[in-house]
C-alpha cells in the first residue's frame, strides 16, 4: 500500500523534511567509539549515589523546576537561580528557545558549518533558517551581523561543531548589539575552552547561554542541559517547556555532578592532555587540524579522500565521524577517548596510511 494517503496527514513541513541525524550508536560488538563526543570515563561517583537514593521516590512527580540543580549550579556559576531553565539535555533547551521565539515564516540564523539540529528546530516550526559561511578563520562574516525584519533568534555554538573553533566575545557583543532578537551561545563544549560567554548576559540580556551535562561531566545517557538568561526570559520560557520536562533520576544526577567541581576539573585536564597529544600525532599523519577548543578534532586532507578513510576505520572498529559541508569541506571528526583508545586509534591509522 502507499505512504502517500498516511503522509497528507502530516504538516507538509514534516511530511517533507529531512530528519536530524546523530552519530551511530552500536547496540552490538566491541568498538572503539570516538564519534559523538562523548567522556571516555564514567561520572563522578556521587552521580551514581545520587541517581540511587532517587529510586526510593519515584512514585513523585519530580520538582518542575528543577529547584535544587539551579541553586546548586547557580552557586556554581555566580548566577541567580531564577536565570536558570533546566532541560531534557541542552537540546530541549534549544526546541524551547525556537518554539518561543521563532514563528512561522520568520527566520533563525546561524554559522555555516555548524550543528546541523538548528536547521531541523526551523523546520519545526515553519520557519526559515540562514546559514552564514564563517570566514577562512571561523569567525563571523560582516552579514552575520546584519539586520533583518524576518529575523527572531541567532544560534551560535561556541566552541562550535565540528571546527572546536570559538568567536571572541567582543564579536558577540557586538552582535547582540546589531540585532534585534535573542542571540543563543550554545556551549555544548565550554568545560574545555579557557573562557565562556555566562558574564556577558549582564552586558546584554538578549543573550542566552545553553549548556549540557553529556560533554564534561560524562553524562550523555542521562539527558541533562540547562540555559542561563536573564530571568524575565527564563519566568516566559517556562510557559513553553513541557510541565515536568526532567525527571526525578536526572535531576538528581545533574545536581550531584555539578556539584562535584573537583571531579570536573580533574576530568577535563585528563582530556586536555589527550587533546593535545592527539592534535600533535594527527598532523604527523599529514591531516591538516585546527586548534581545538572542545573534546574533539577536525582533520581535513587535501591528498586524499576521507570517506573511505572513515569506512575502513570503522571496518577495523574504530567510529569517527565523517562530514561533509558541500559549500565548505569534508572531514573527519574525532572525539577524544581515553589514552588507550586514542593510541589504538592512532596506530589503525599509520596502518592505513
Given amino acids: 500500500m502507499s505512504n502517500d494517503p498516511i503522509q497528507k496527514f502530516f504538516r507538509s513541513e514534516i511530511a517533507s523534511m529531512s530528519p536530524y541525524t546523530p552519530g551511530e550508536q552500536p547496540q552490538t560488538g566491541k568498538v572503539i567509539k570516538l564519534n559523538t563526543n562523548e567522556n571516555p570515563y564514567p561520572p563522578s561517583p556521587r552521580v551514581v549515589e545520587a541517581i540511587h537514593q532517587a529510586t526510593s521516590k519515584l512514585e513523585r512527580y519530580p520538582d518542575p523546576l528543577g529547584t535544587a540543580f539551579r541553586l546548586a549550579t547557580g552557586d ?10 533546566c532541560g531534557n539535555g541542552s537540546d530541549d533547551c534549544l526546541t524551547i528557545l525556537t518554539r518561543a521565539f521563532v514563528g512561522a515564516g520568520k527566520k533563525l540564523r546561524l554559522p555555516y558549518p555548524s550543528y546541523t539540529l538548528y536547521r531541523t528546530l526551523a523546520e519545526l516550526q515553519g520557519a526559515q533558517f540562514e546559514e552564514i559561511a564563517f570566514d577562512a578563520n571561523f569567525g ?34 557586538r552582535l547582540a548589539q546589531s540585532v534585534d532578537c535573542p542571540v543563543v551561545i550554545d556551549e555544548a563544549y565550554v568545560d574545555f575552552a579557557p573562557a565562556n560567554c555566562i558574564g556577558l548576559i549582564q552586558n546584554n540580556p538578549k543573550i542566552i547561554v545553553t549548556r549540557t551535562l553529556s560533554k564534561s561531566y560524562a553524562l550523555a545517557g ?89 569506512e575502513q576505520l570503522k571496518r577495523n572498529g574504530i567510529l569517527v565521524r565523517y562530514m561533509n559541508y558541500p559549500l565548505w569541506s569534508d572531514g573527519l571528526r574525532i572525539s577524544v577517548g581515553s589514552d588507550e583508545q586514542i593510541d589504538a586509534m592512532l596506530v589503525v591509522l599509520a596502518d592505513l596510511l
Avoid at 556554581?76 to 531553565?85: A, C, N, R, S, Y
Avoid at 561556541?158 to 573553533?165: D, Y
Avoid at 517556562?238 to 570536573?264: C, E, F, H, M, P
Wanted: charged share 20%; proline share 5%; aromatic share 8%.
Fill in 222 to 310: 542521562l539527558r541533562f542541559g540547562y540555559l542561563v538568561a536573564h530571568p524575565e526570559i527564563v519566568q516566559t520560557l517556562r510557559k513553553v517547556k513541557d510541565s515536568y520536562n526532567t525527571d526525578l533520576l536526572s535531576l538528581s544526577g545533574a545536581t550531584a555532578a555539578i556539584s562535584d567541581q573537583v571531579w570536573l576539573k580533574s576530568n577535563v585536564a585528563r582530556i586536555l592532555a589527550t587533546r593535545a597529544r592527539m592534535l600533535v600525532a594527527l598532523r604527523n599523519l599529514g591531516f591538516d587540524v585546527i586548534e581545538s577548543h572542545a573534546n574533539f578534532l577536525w582533520c581535513t586532507r587535501s591528498d586524499r579522500a576521507l570517506k573511505p578513510l572513515y
Fill in 76 to 85: 556554581v556559576l555566580g548566577v541567580d537561580p531564577e536565570m536558570i531553565l
Fill in 140 to 173: 563571523l562574516s560582516a552579514s552575520f551581523f546584519a539586520m533583518d525584519d524576518a529575523l527572531k533568534l541567532i544560534y551560535l555554538p561556541n566552541p562550535n561543531s565540528p571546527s572546536g573553533t570559538m568567536v571572541d566575545h567582543a564579536s558577540i557583543l
